[in-house]
C-alpha cells in the first residue's frame, strides 16, 4: 500500500501552477456531488482532474476512476505507465496530454492537463512502485 500523504507531497512540491488538476482536500467545493457518489466509503479521493463537463479523472486511495468513459482500475492492479504518444511524437514534450497505464490485461489511456503529464507519470511511477514492493 502506498502513502497517501506521499502522494500529496508530490504533488505539492511540482509547485506546478494548474487549472484543472487538484488535490481532492483543497479543491472539494469545486466537485459537483454526483462525483462524490461513485467513492466507496473506505475510499479517500487524492487528486483529481477535470477537463469539461464530459471528461474528468480521480485517483483514490484504491482506485483510478475515469467516469465519462466508466473506467475503474484498481491501482494495485496497474503493472506500468508509459507515454506512448510522446514517444512516437518526441517534439510534442511540453504539450503532451496522454499517458498509458497497464495491468497484466489491459492497457488504458488517459488525459492529463498540458505541463503536468510528469508529474502524473511519476505519481503513478511511485504506486507502481509500491504494488511491487508489496506483490514482490
Not at 37 to 55: G, H
Not at 69 to 87: A, V
Not at 114 to 123: G, K, N, P, T, Y
Amino acid at each position: 500500500m502506498f502513502s497517501i500523504s506521499a502522494v500529496k507531497g508530490k504533488f505539492k512540491r511540482s509547485k506546478l501552477d494548474l487549472e484543472k488538476t487538484f488535490l481532492f482536500d483543497e479543491q472539494l467545493s469545486r466537485l459537483d456531488n454526483n462525483i462524490l457518489k461513485l467513492f466507496k466509503i473506505d475510499e479517500k479521493c487524492i487528486i483529481y482532474y477535470v477537463e469539461s463537463d464530459t471528461y474528468s479523472w480521480y485517483i483514490t486511495n484504491q482506485r483510478f476512476l475515469i467516469p465519462s468513459e466508466d473506467k475503474s482500475i484498481i491501482l494495485s492492479h496497474l503493472k506500468r505507465i508509459d507515454f506512448l504518444d510522446l514517444k512516437q511524437n518526441p517534439s510534442n514534450k511540453l504539450k503532451n496530454k496522454q499517458l498509458n497505464l497497464f495491468t497484466d490485461k489491459q492497457e488504458f489511456s488517459f488525459y492529463v492537463e498540458e505541463r503536468s503529464w510528469h508529474l502524473i507519470f511519476d505519481i503513478f511511477k511511485f504506486i507502481i512502485g509500491k504494488n511491487k514492493k508489496v506483490n514482490g
